[in-house]
Each structure stands twice: as structure tokens, then as C-alpha cells.
């Protein structure tokens, strides 16, 4: 939208020097055609390009005449162009301003959604991932041609900086499930996440970091997990190579849409008839068609390959393997 309004400026300057210049023409032609002085012969352009008519002065002989038709037909066009471009930029500008209010308000009736902080590489291919994980989200970025790919996207945005608390609340973060901020420089990161921590202090935050000290001071800034895109890389580029069977099974697993069967957490709530019991009692792979492959202890303990024995807490959750369906009701049923 930024370029499509600078057209519309600079064309709105070409008109107006356009007519300056017609004005100027027709104003010095008078005077010397007709020997008028200067505030005659600009008042009498003026009435000509407005064709409005004449005032009591009026062209003595042909060369006059003709210098009137010449300064009629090119201030006629002129104008007609300046009401073209000022009839555009109004129209512009109501329906620019009727989308701004249509998302603003779909912004503001949002609730338990992700707010994305930067559309760059990282940021776009967030977005991407909670579209097609359909999850709630708004994208926060102020440049123009990010914006314009936003647009495009068909995704929720808010235009402004994400640093700043104004625009962080316009996104919804009192409301937010998450914060992912991916910006492109690490003071930017560490910024968002203490701004958003302060406004936020439940909100669940993930911040990108380029170096390990931004890594640090991003989790003491608030950030609950900090993700290096050039580790994961590292990590991934290694992985395939000694262990390619391994590494494209969890791709397709995390990945893909596809796929009869899913990984996903499943959270054991206050009410959860699971709170309390063994997890060979519980027969989760018999009753819905889960196996559960890891249990993180609400205290970050990692529990992989659990046995049997491993009795179930109010705050644990599952790492399960299953169908969509079944994962779903199985989570419905813990709650």
C-alpha cells in the first residue's frame, strides 16, 4: 500500500506543476500579447483555465485568441487530471482506511492466539506452520513491502513496532496463548521478549537467537525457549547425514498433513482421571489408540521410553503418537 500511495503523491505533484506551468505560460503570454500587467494577466489565466469566461479584459486581436484556445485546451486537460487523482487518492484512502478498521477489529476479537513478531525467512515460515497447524495468529512488522507479503499471505497484522507496548497490546497480548518474536537483530529479540514478559507475565514466549550470548539473555529477558536457527540447522544437516532413515521419519511425523498418524503433547489436567495412576493402568494405547513415547514432569523432567510403573501428575504431559482423532479425545478426556 506504501508504493501504490506514492504514485499517487507524485502524480499529484506532476498535475499541480503541471498546471503552475500552464499558469505561467498563459499569465506571461497576456502580458506580452496583450500588454496587460501581471495581476491582470494572471487573473485573466485564471478565469481561462477555470473556464469560468472572461473578465472586462478580453483579446484585442487573433494572437490573443489563439493563445486563449491553447491555454483552455491545456487547462481543461490539466485539471481534469488533478480531480482524476484527488477523486483516486480519496477513494484510496476510505478503502484503505475500511480495511484498517475490518482488522483492527478481527485483531481485537482474538483470543488464546499467537502473536509472530517479524515476517522475515523465520517469521514467514512460522506463519506457515501455525496456518496449516490452524492456530490463531497475527503477525506484527512495520516495512512496507513485508507488509504487502502479509497482505498477500492472507494472514492478520498489526503495523507497528513489536518493541513497542501500544502496539503489542493492539495485537491482543493480554489475550495471547504465545509470543514468537523473530526479528531480525538480537537486541530487537531481547526487547520484545522483556516488553512482552511485563505486559504478559503467563504469556508463553519464543524468541529466535543468532549468537549463544543472545541465547542467555534471552532467557533471562523471559524467553521460555530460545531456538538458534543456525544450531537446529547445524543439528539437522548432521542428523541426515548419519542418520537419514531416522531424520526423514521425524520430518514427515512433525511435518506432514498427510499422515494417518501424529505426534502431539498431551496435557494432564486438575480433573484428568489420569492424575494419580500408574501408566500401565491407564492402557492409553487399548482405551484410545495412543502410545506415549515420552512424559515431561511439570518440573521439566524428561521421562523418554517411560515404564509402566511411572505414576501420572496433575501438570505432566505426554508425548503421544496416534492418530488425530484419537490425540484429540485424548486430550479432551485428561482435561
Known sequence: MGSVSWA???RLRTGCLLLALVLLVGTTGFMLVEGWTLLQAFYTAVLVVSTLGFSDLRPSDSRGQLLTIGLIAAGVGTLYYLVGILAQTIIEDQFDWRKKRNMEERVAHLKDHFIVCGFGRVGQQTCRQLSQENCAFVVVD????RIARIESAGYLYVRGDASD???LQRAGIARARGLLTAVQTDAGNVYITLSARALNPSLFIVARAATAEAEHKLTIAGANRVISPYILGGRSMAGHALRPAVMDFLDVLVHSDDLEMWLEEVKIGPNSA???ARLDEAQLRDTAGITVLAVRRADG???????G??????GDTLIALGARDDLARAEQGVH
Open 8 to 10: 499517487l503523491s507524485s
Open 142 to 145: 512495520n516495512e512496507d513491502t
Open 165 to 167: 507496548d501500544l502496539v
Open 274 to 276: 489420569l492424575a494419580g
Open 301 to 307: 523432567q524428561m521421562l523418554v521410553n517411560p515404564r
Open 309 to 314: 510403573d511411572v505414576v501420572l501428575h496433575t
